[in-house]
DNA sequence: CGAATCCTTGAGAAGTTTCAACATCCGTGG
DNA sequence: CCACGGATGTTGAAACTTCTCAAGGATTCG
């Protein structure tokens, strides 16, 4: 049996579709659970939830992307997560941690879907092989949060801005003739506070990759590899 | 029904008591899963797998420490974890991803207890309530992940050594009457080699701090925290 | 098209790394 | 139990990288 939904036309089965988690399912169980989905739209820049929040709800992006971030002492933002779609977060709050570990904000106009906590209990409980699918989402994140300290530990800028590159890369990129277009989620300052460097450092080593062939802008939002290798030999990832 | 079985003496047992995975079992269950258990003892320095091995089996720490780390493209250690007793890894290796992502060296003496991953999915299956307390070690996980984030995204060197030791304290710290004393499982090196930075930056830095009166050095091994107020302010980890 | 935002570039100040020498710690074997 | 030797940690000074502040340029969105 086939679903007839698409996206715009059947917002409450939307993301059912798009996340892994809940692709072990049948149909008919995906009409269930859908029903007792919420949905929120928000637009850039707006706040899903901040830091300290009680929050006690799951959240799966449909539409758009959000990061998470924390305020450091010096003012600045640190990034600690860029979610898009299909993936959850929030789930923090529904296994035993009590309060949100950092601010959610929308980076684009997003749209989610969420489960209140008991709701998503009862749905644990009915259909373990969920459980299955979030722990093996929750590997990818953890991955790809080991990719990204693995990045930010290496010594030189070159490698760490290089390494972010990679990552994004591989989440955003899109493979094109001359290389891979990356649709960043970031812009500049983003990337240098995701980094814990200077918003001026940033730029000037992409201007240096830029210089050496590496990497050619194209606008502020995208960029395009053109050597990957040459990212990967710098920052150890070519294994 | 008690349990009467003490460390080294009941070594079949023994992990299922100190996992907090296995917590939500009964004796008999317990019973069944451990005589499928694999048991090993690793020697200071011995390794437990290398990246890229396709390892097939969830380890978890017994007795001692192991470090999870890669190699930088500049010849350098890159920690990314940590793990000591009760925490279980390889577990990627489970769920879906295939090779392993770093090198799994011993800290210390350590004794593990292992599944492979056919019996690990027939215990998931049969015991579905040990996928939730999985979920939530792996949420854990995550919450420390990203606090080590933050520390490493810290712009001043201060507040990335404060913000590790912060992290260091609350796993390994233990409260004595001037404050509290970690058991630092890393060496000075070690800290470097998380961090990304230099081994002689980390001296001075932790030599600036006794001097500032916030931590005393006991030994190589320990450090007394004598004043947490101040690195919290500093790491902005005091929310 | 224009305003607001974001990005780039320059130059001096500040911080970190490097290299080198010395001190300390720890385990080994006598 | 002590002495030795390798490993680990500390300290100093010069070189390098990054940061900060400041100004000008580009991009995006309404």
């Keep these: 049996m086939k679903c007839n939904c698409y996206a715009g036309e059947c917002p409450h089965n939307l993301c059912m579709h798009k996340v892994p988690i809940f692709s072990s399912l049948s149909q008919e169980e995906m009409s269930h659970i859908s029903s007792i989905i919420n ?3 928000y637009q850039k820049g707006e706040i899903l939830f901040s830091e300290e929040d009680s929050l006690r709800s799951l959240i799966i992006i449909n539409e758009g992307s959000v990061k998470g971030f924390k305020i450091t002492p010096e003012g600045r933002e640190q990034i600690l ?3 898009s779609v299909g993936d959850f977060f929030g789930e923090r709050n529904l296994f035993g941690g ?13 749209k989610t879907c969420s489960f209140t906590k008991d709701d998503f209990h009862k749905i644990l409980f009915a259909y373990p092989g969920i459980a299955i699918k979030i722990i093996e989402t929750l590997e990818e994140r953890i991955a790809r949060m080991e990719s990204t300290m693995q990045s930010m530990g290496v010594r030189s800028l070159d490698g760490r801005i ?3 590159l990679l990552d994004f ?3 955003y990129g899109e493979v094109v003739p001359e290389g891979i277009l990356i649709r960043l989620p970031l812009s500049r ?3 240098a506070n995701f980094l814990g460097v200077a918003r001026e450092t940033v730029s000037r080593k992409l201007g240096q990759l830029e210089i050496d062939g590496v990497i ?6 995208n960029i395009l590899l053109l050597d990957g290798e040459a990212l990967k030999t710098m920052t150890g990832k070519d294994t």
Tied chains: 1, 2.
């Design 39 to 41: 949905h929120n739209n």
């Design 169 to 171: 890369a591989d989440k």
């Design 189 to 191: 300052e983003g990337i």
């Design 216 to 221: 050619r802008p194209v606008g502020n939002k």
């Design 81 to 83: 997560h860029v979610f």
């Design 162 to 164: 290089g390494g972010l």
């Design 98 to 110: 009590q309060k949100s570990a950092y601010t959610a904000e929308a980076l684009e106009p997003t």
